[in-house]
């Protein structure tokens, strides 16, 4: 395309590029500042990252563990999402999952002490773990 022919080309009709060029996370803008206005311009959509540190949740508040889940996962305050993967971990380590319902954990005496039961659902598990934190 000659520069004669892309100066005759009107600003208004969009730029199409070939199919083959396909770019995530951008739009095209034109541009009208500076000496030469060109007619459309690639700029970036992605939002610069986040400086400023996160508000205090309920899931990122360190809560103390009462004496029978300190047994399991230690005295240390967690927040309650630490909580849940210690669990995970002391679970897996120990291979307290139902072999037939994996959903299921068997409760072994620490666990039985925190649960009340001999087999809860994982689903249950954050509940009853969520009653000793305080």
């Keep these: 395309m000659s520069r004669e022919s892309a100066q005759k080309r009107p600003l208004n009709k969009p730029f199409l590029l070939p199919t083959k060029f396909s770019i995530p996370l951008t739009r095209w803008k034109p541009v009208t500042e500076g000496t030469e206005a060109r007619p459309r311009m690639l700029v970036s959509t992605e939002e610069p990252p986040m400086t400023t540190a ?49 959903r299921n954990i068997l409760a072994d005496a620490k666990l039985k002490a925190v649960f009340g039961k001999d087999e809860v659902t994982m689903f249950e598990m954050t509940g009853l773990v969520g009653k000793h934190l305080s």
């Design 54 to 102: 996160k508000k205090p949740t309920a899931f990122n508040r360190a809560l103390t563990p009462s004496a029978e889940l300190a047994a399991v996962i230690g005295a240390t305050p967690q927040p309650r999402t630490e909580v849940v993967k210690l669990m995970w971990e002391y679970i897996k380590a120990n291979n307290l999952q139902n072999p037939k319902n994996k």
